[in-house]
């Protein structure tokens, strides 16, 4: 009996050992030039563009994990990612499923146009297999990761403006978020902290809290999911967000063309093609919101300079008591209508869109109230500039019929003479389709 104790432990001691150094093995072979760069070829090969690492680690004890470092997309700009790191759930693994516990990823550079392309590569037909219909079990959520990390990330935009942002994401067993918490460190936003979560009642609705200069913004948002008989397998979203006592500056730094405290009302929806890339998401998205702006400033305009010398004007800026208004947006076109603006003796309204480059474009009408007879100067203007460089001038008719009402009537005819011209401009341009 004695030699059998000794014979199995023995045995038992030897098969600790060989595991011992077959971990230890792969980690030497993981470890190793020849590993990395098998790696850097089968991911270059993969996406269409030279993928550089510099180390590969699998670590077997404790937490087990597959971490990459210096990872690098050689795109224009590149994606940089200083560590990623993995931890598959290894039961999962054991039965033949890949399915992740945890990803964390440190000091990361995202420039969106590279994921855009990314995205399209990845979803090429002649380089990926087939997508799985909407009854495969694949098409499930449960492969992603059940909690991400991203520890100083940082995003940058198609227009070259930045955020560096502290997040986590954990999600639920049917691989729909949980809870997510984004904290903005660095750049646009900078300071915003928001927090998504979801609703105990509905399995695709979520509550949002975003606390960002100084003010709220809050509200549902939900995912309508296709019926299973449907032909069409768009999923459905909406939302209604109410906005309370926000900086505008806070939300458009560091552009300071606007300044005051934001009280709205939006709604958002959009039909969504699961198969769709993100640009073509973020184009699908339609928001109408209802706004007053308290105590506002505009930059870089002078109303009522504007009308004094009834042609271009840029600088300066006007105070206004309130200004109230409509935004429409489509994907990044946003449109600006019934705009009102108030401020003493000075009253104005218009309607201006913003393309996505930033342009201004639009016609408001400037009406000031001067005298103790009460007599009201106005102008209709032309808005064009940048959100940066904005500009107001008056339209070619409105500009001959001003100069004819100042020959005419000096001082008094100049504001009558330009809505005068440019009510004969409009007619001329309906009547002939100019």
Do not use: C, Y
Not at 227 to 249: K, N, Y
């Amino acid at each position: 009996m004695r030699r059998f104790f000794i014979w199995t432990g023995s045995v038992s001691g030897l098969v600790v050992l060989l595991l011992l150094l077959a971990v230890w093995a792969l980690g030497q072979w993981t470890g190793s030039d020849g590993f990395r760069q098998r790696v850097e070829r089968e991911a270059s090969a993969r996406l269409g563009l030279p993928v550089t690492l510099s180390r590969v680690s699998v670590d077997l004890f404790l937490l087990p994990s597959v971490a990459l470092e210096g990872l690098t997309v050689q795109a224009s700009p590149a994606l940089t990612v200083a560590r990623a790191q993995a931890r598959p759930v290894w039961s999962a693994l054991l039965q033949g499923r890949l399915e992740m516990a945890t990803l964390v990823v440190r000091k990361a550079v995202l420039p969106q146009t590279t994921l855009v392309l990314l995205g399209a590569r990845a979803q090429d037909p002649a380089s990926t297999p087939a997508a799985p219909g909407p009854d495969d079990p694949a098409s499930d959520l449960r492969w992603l990761p059940r909690r991400v990390v991203l520890d100083n990330v940082t995003w940058i935009g198609t227009q070259g403006g930045s955020s560096t942002v502290q997040a986590e994401l954990a999600l639920d067993e049917d691989g729909w978020p949980a809870r997510a918490t984004v904290t903005v460190l660095r750049g646009a936003l900078e300071g915003a902290r928001a927090v998504l979560q979801r609703q105990t009642d509905a399995a695709t609705a979520w509550d949002l809290k975003v606390e960002v200069g100084g003010g709220t913004l809050q509200g549902p948002l939900r995912l309508r999911l296709p019926e299973a008989s449907a032909r069409a397998r768009d999923l459905t979203f909406e939302g209604a967000l109410e906005t309370r006592g926000v900086e505008v500056f806070a939300l458009t730094a560091p552009s300071r063309t606007l300044t005051g405290r934001l009280d709205a009302s939006t709604t958002l929806s959009a039909r969504i093609n699961p198969a769709a890339g993100a640009a073509a998401v973020a184009q699908a998205l339609r928001t109408q919101t209802r706004f007053t702006v308290n105590n506002a400033v505009l930059q870089g305009v002078d109303l009522a300079r504007a009308v004094a010398t009834v042609g271009l004007s840029r600088g300066g800026s006007t105070g206004l008591d309130t200004l109230a208004g409509q935004v429409r947006t489509r994907g990044q076109q946003i449109e600006l209508t019934n705009l009102v603006a108030s401020s003493g003796a000075l009253a104005a309204t218009g309607a201006v869109t913003v393309a996505p480059s930033g342009a201004l474009s639009g016609r408001v009408r400037v009406d000031v109230t001067r005298g103790a007879g009460g007599d009201v100067v106005g102008v209709p203007l032309v808005v064009g500039g940048t959100l940066d460089d904005p500009s107001l001038s008056l339209s070619r008719s409105a500009l001959l019929g001003a100069a004819i009402g100042t020959a005419l009537m000096p001082g008094v005819g100049t504001g009558a003479g330009a809505n005068l011209g440019d009510r004969l401009g409009e007619g001329l341009k309906d009547l002939f389709g100019q």
